[in-house]
């Protein structure tokens, strides 16, 4: 059982691109969870999904921002017109149910803006 | 709203030693308490998950500890190596943790141990 795989792992963008990180989840898993890490600071939660459904938003920047998860195919985090803030290593975790259940995280994607 | 803090910031300790890393959090009404390991530049991995109703876990020569009227957490670990150098997290549910289950994350310890 393969486990959460996040692409790629390493992205350089410029000011004013767009970003798209992917998330599959482990197997049978069906809730996906978006973090992002700044440099020297905790991991701080962004989204989380179902299978065609945003459940949580929460902790999404207003702008620029979007996730989504499809019925066929991995989890999607899309970052429009980046700015050199948006650095970060982007993390996904997935679970087989919410709530009580065990997270657990792909290796991230470090995203660069330059 | 929930606050997740760890302590201490970083410590070094030489081979051997047994040591503590300390969580502690501020609204004790929490479903689940999960320890990871993160090493530079890499991802996330789970080393303990304590439910609500338990007070301890184990794994190897880690032990995660669980007291959720003082809203404290700590990791034990035995006989330390140079490879459990890394930088430990604890986390806990958000709120309607229940239902929603995005994890609050403390800023972590940075665990150095010199052969």
């Known amino acids: 059982n393969a486990g959460v795989m996040q692409n790629p792992r390493h992205l350089v963008r410029r000011r004013g691109q767009e970003a798209r990180l992917r998330c599959s989840p482990m197997?049978?898993?069906?809730?996906v969870y978006w973090y992002r890490q700044l440099p020297e600071e905790g991991l701080k939660f962004m989204v989380y999904?179902?299978?065609?459904?945003?459940?949580?938003e929460s902790g999404m920047p207003k702008e620029r921002f979007s996730a989504e998860f499809p019925k066929e195919g991995p989890s999607i985090l899309r970052i429009q017109q980046v700015v050199r803030g948006d650095s970060a290593a982007y993390f996904c975790a997935s679970s087989p149910l919410a709530g009580s259940y065990e997270q657990y995280f792909g290796p991230g994607t470090r995203l660069t803006v330059t | 709203k929930q606050e997740v803090t760890q302590i201490p910031a970083a410590l070094s300790v030489p081979e051997g030693e047994n040591l503590v890393l300390n969580c502690s959090f501020t609204?004790?009404?929490?479903?689940?308490l999960q320890w990871f390991r993160q090493d530079p530049g890499k991802g996330l991995t789970s080393l303990l998950l304590i439910q609500s109703s338990q007070r301890e876990q184990t794994s190897g020569r880690l032990n995660a500890s669980l007291d959720k009227s003082s809203g404290r957490s700590t990791l034990y670990i035995a006989a330390s190596q140079p490879g459990d150098s890394a930088t430990y997290l604890c986390a806990v549910p958000g709120p309607y943790g229940g239902s929603q289950g995005n994890l609050i994350f403390g800023k972590g310890t940075k665990l150095s141990v010199k052969p």
């Open positions: 609204d004790s009404a929490i479903y689940n």
């Open positions: 197997k049978g898993h069906s809730h």
């Open positions: 999904l179902q299978k065609e459904n945003i459940i949580d």
